[in-house]
């Protein structure tokens, strides 16, 4: 039978992590070993039907095979292992497969701890999480007694901390009239500085990766393995905080927010590559997304092609182009003589689509004519 579930408009989904306390990790690897071992007989099956019978197998099928495991012995929850088989669908499909990549419990290639989890195998309660009945303490970041809690994994990070993965549903809030009260900014995101906004403003962020890169270096020369993940840790780590206080302080500022959509994947092929995956635009503007629909702001992603190029005073394409005028800091408009800070007058411009796309009711994401490409 194909799953129903009726959505409502309301409300859109958002994924929290929250940090276990380190003392579950061997409860959680001795689970996450058993989740591999239902993975990987769940995957041998699926790929043995299709050779045998040319069809994908789905979940509840698979289900039956292994409904009389857990009878049997196997120290999982049956939720558990159907959360598993489910996953395991969803991804064969995701990536076209007929068989998945083995889930390895040991050794040097030994896949990340991960296990899966049906809305009804986790509970909240004083603090704790209950999985499967099993409590589970963790440094609840978010107040997590605030939500309702749906699926989502635990899951292990390469240094071996544990992490609550869950998803939550939060209260999306009905668009603005027309005309727009309250304050609106845009937002430019960009290598040189972090974030620079329609209101003159420029952000930048300590460079986490620059600063420990030479002690990367050494422990990488030594080899020594513990010491190049720590390091990362830090790194990953020093740049979310700074991200969740950037976001905290812009939400807490406006009541409408337009971010432009730069696109970091293309970027990273190019020979910034470093700067690019250091900024975390992505993760910002993930957080800026779900801390704007708890707090009610308006978030809106605005497609900024052309946004430095145009000059915010007379609309012409009089600025800065392509890669090669990424050095150009500030610059004249040669048409009305106005002078523009680059990365503030691309934000004035995000603010100007976003405000017309919400006058317009309509997306702004032109497909630029052929003649005006540059
Ligand atoms: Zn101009």
């Given amino acids: 039978m194909p799953r129903r579930t009726k959505v409502d408009p309301n409300l859109s989904t958002r994924v929290l992590r929250v940090r276990l306390k380190d003392k579950h990790a061997a409860w959680l690897r001795e689970s996450a070993f058993h989740v591999n071992q239902v993975f990987n007989y769940a995957n041998e099956l699926s790929y043995k039907v299709w050779q045998r019978e040319r069809r994908f197998i789905g979940s509840d099928e698979i289900d039956r095979y292994t409904a009389g495991a857990t009878r049997e012995g196997l120290p999982l929850h049956s939720q558990t292992v159907q959360a598993v088989t489910q996953e395991l669908v969803a991804r064969r499909k995701q990536h ?16 990340l701890g991960w296990i899966p989890f049906k809305a009804s195998a986790i509970r ?3 603090g704790q999480v209950f999985f499967s009945g099993k409590p589970l303490s963790l440094w609840d970041s978010y107040g ?11 899951s292990e990070d390469a240094r071996g901390r544990w992490y609550l993965n869950v998803t939550i549903k939060v209260k999306k809030r009905p668009k603005p009239p027309t005309g727009l009260v309250g304050r609106s900014v845009g937002i430019d995101l960009g290598l040189k500085d972090f974030a620079a906004t329609s209101d003159a403003e420029v952000f930048s962020l300590d460079k986490p990766y620059r600063k420990y890169e030479e002690a990367l270096a050494v422990a990488q020369r030594a080899g020594k393995k513990e010491r190049v993940r720590a390091i990362h840790s830090i790194i990953r780590n020093s740049r ?4 969740h206080k950037l976001s905290t302080a812009f939400v807490e ?3 409408v927010i337009f971010i432009g959509n730069v696109n970091a994947s293309a970027l ?5 590559a470093k700067s690019v995956l250091d900024a975390g635009w992505g993760m910002f503007r993930t957080m800026a997304q779900y801390k704007c629909d708890d707090a009610g702001v308006w978030f809106d992603e605005v497609d900024e092609a052309f946004s430095t190029q145009t000059c915010s005073c007379c609309k012409r394409r009089t600025g800065p182009k392509g890669l090669e005028g990424l050095g150009i800091r500030e610059w004249a408009c040669l048409e009305c003589g106005a002078y523009h800070h680059r990365d503030i007058n691309s934000s004035e411009n995000i603010l ?7 006058a317009e009711g309509i997306p702004v994401l032109p497909a630029p004519c052929a003649a005006t490409v540059g």
């Fill in 96 to 111: 076209r497969k007929v068989k998945l990549r083995w889930r390895v419990s040991n050794g040097p290639r030994r896949s």
């Fill in 268 to 272: 990273a092929k190019t020979r910034m």
């Fill in 124 to 126: 909240y309660r004083n």
């Fill in 352 to 358: 100007a689509a976003g405000r017309r796309r919400l």
């Fill in 240 to 243: 979310k905080d700074q991200l």
């Fill in 144 to 154: 997590l007694a605030d939500y309702e809690l749906g699926t989502g994994n635990l």
């Fill in 253 to 255: 500022e406006y009541d």
